[in-house]
């Protein structure tokens, strides 16, 4: 059975960093792009960044491009996002998805496969 469970998240100050995790476990995300999601209250859930299988492209929402880096551990079959220089507005709840093939897309579309979310709370 195909699972994501994310890691992570927590309550921090404004310029600060966290890292989220987001571990895989029955499928070999070799084959999957791995992507991070947010949600914030009461907007819609936007693409932040996302990761493919073996080769590693990446792709970056341009409100977080500099500050966040998108990275895997293949042994582990996990995915990082280590989040630096943190913003009030990056407050959300933060959902890793996975979706068959390697296109490195943040359009959700294709992502069939969705964590429960870890929440990020950036204080001013």
């Known amino acids: 059975q195909l699972q994501l469970v994310e890691s992570g998240g927590g309550l921090v100050q404004s310029g600060g960093s966290l890292r989220l995790s987001c571990r895989a476990s029955?499928?070999?995300?070799?084959?999957?792009?791995i992507g991070w999601f947010r949600q914030a209250p009461g907007k819609e859930r936007e693409g932040v960044s996302c990761?493919?299988?073996?080769?590693?492209?990446?792709n970056y929402a341009d409100s977080v491009k500099g500050r966040f880096t998108i990275s895997k551990d293949t042994a582990k079959n996990t995915v990082y996002l280590q989040m630096d220089s943190l913003k009030p507005e990056d407050t959300a709840i933060y959902y890793c998805?996975?979706?068959?093939?390697?296109?490195?897309?943040?359009?959700?579309?294709?992502?069939?496969?969705w964590g429960q979310g870890t929440q990020v709370t950036v204080s001013s």
């Open positions: 998805a996975a979706r068959p093939g390697l296109i490195v897309t943040l359009a959700m579309p294709g992502y069939n496969y």
């Open positions: 029955g499928f070999t995300s070799d084959y999957y792009t």
């Open positions: 990761i493919n299988g073996s080769a590693g492209r990446r």
